[in-house]
Protein backbone atom coordinates (compact mmCIF):
# COMPACT_ATOMS: atom_id res chain seq x y z
CA UNK A 1 0.00 0.00 0.00
CA UNK A 2 1.39 3.19 -0.85
CA UNK A 3 1.76 6.02 2.07
CA UNK A 4 0.37 9.44 1.42
CA UNK A 5 4.38 10.63 0.90
CA UNK A 6 3.87 8.58 -2.65
CA UNK A 7 0.92 8.99 -3.76
CA UNK A 8 0.75 10.73 -6.96
CA UNK A 9 0.03 14.40 -6.98
CA UNK A 10 -2.28 14.01 -9.55
CA UNK A 11 -6.30 14.90 -8.26
CA UNK A 12 -7.73 12.50 -10.96
CA UNK A 13 -7.57 9.68 -12.61
CA UNK A 14 -9.74 10.70 -15.95
CA UNK A 15 -7.59 13.25 -17.23
CA UNK A 16 -5.16 11.36 -19.51
CA UNK A 17 -7.95 9.40 -20.58
CA UNK A 18 -9.71 12.64 -21.89
CA UNK A 19 -6.73 13.79 -23.30
CA UNK A 20 -6.29 10.21 -25.16
CA UNK A 21 -9.75 10.38 -26.36
CA UNK A 22 -9.95 13.81 -27.10
CA UNK A 23 -6.56 13.49 -29.74
CA UNK A 24 -8.04 10.86 -30.91
CA UNK A 25 -11.60 12.37 -31.82
CA UNK A 26 -9.60 15.38 -33.27
CA UNK A 27 -11.42 17.94 -30.88
CA UNK A 28 -9.51 20.94 -29.47
CA UNK A 29 -10.02 21.52 -25.94
CA UNK A 30 -11.89 24.29 -26.92
CA UNK A 31 -14.28 22.19 -29.45
CA UNK A 32 -14.59 19.40 -25.80
CA UNK A 33 -15.45 22.26 -23.94
CA UNK A 34 -18.10 23.17 -26.44
CA UNK A 35 -19.13 20.45 -26.57
CA UNK A 36 -19.64 20.02 -22.44
CA UNK A 37 -21.46 23.07 -22.56
CA UNK A 38 -24.19 21.93 -25.22
CA UNK A 39 -24.60 19.76 -22.64
CA UNK A 40 -25.71 22.06 -20.13
CA UNK A 41 -22.37 22.07 -18.03
CA UNK A 42 -20.47 25.63 -17.70
CA UNK A 43 -17.10 24.71 -18.25
CA UNK A 44 -14.12 26.15 -20.44
CA UNK A 45 -10.95 25.23 -22.44
CA UNK A 46 -9.06 26.02 -19.57
CA UNK A 47 -10.48 24.14 -16.94
CA UNK A 48 -10.36 20.96 -19.83
CA UNK A 49 -6.61 21.47 -19.69
CA UNK A 50 -6.38 21.46 -15.81
CA UNK A 51 -8.33 17.94 -15.80
CA UNK A 52 -6.43 16.29 -18.42
CA UNK A 53 -3.10 17.58 -16.58
CA UNK A 54 -4.63 16.39 -13.68
CA UNK A 55 -4.26 19.21 -11.37
CA UNK A 56 -7.94 19.73 -11.00
CA UNK A 57 -10.39 17.37 -9.24
CA UNK A 58 -13.01 15.84 -11.30
CA UNK A 59 -16.77 15.23 -9.67
CA UNK A 60 -18.23 11.79 -10.39
CA UNK A 61 -21.21 14.00 -12.70
CA UNK A 62 -18.50 15.91 -14.16
CA UNK A 63 -17.04 12.01 -15.44
CA UNK A 64 -20.77 11.90 -16.71
CA UNK A 65 -20.71 14.36 -18.45
CA UNK A 66 -17.18 14.26 -19.88
CA UNK A 67 -17.65 10.68 -20.97
CA UNK A 68 -21.42 11.96 -22.52
CA UNK A 69 -19.69 14.83 -24.87
CA UNK A 70 -16.93 12.29 -25.98
CA UNK A 71 -19.20 9.46 -26.29
CA UNK A 72 -17.23 6.43 -24.48
CA UNK A 73 -18.62 4.60 -21.47
CA UNK A 74 -17.61 6.21 -18.22
CA UNK A 75 -15.21 2.93 -17.48
CA UNK A 76 -12.94 4.08 -20.21
CA UNK A 77 -12.44 7.39 -19.08
CA UNK A 78 -11.02 5.18 -16.13
CA UNK A 79 -9.34 2.93 -18.16
CA UNK A 80 -11.93 0.12 -17.23
CA UNK A 81 -12.69 -0.87 -20.25
Do not use: Y
Not at 28 to 55: K, N, P, V, Y
Amino acid sequence: MLKHAQMPKRKNLVGQQVRRIRNQLGLSQQELAARCQRQGWDIDRFTIARIEAGTRWVGDFEAVELARAVRVPLLRLFGLE
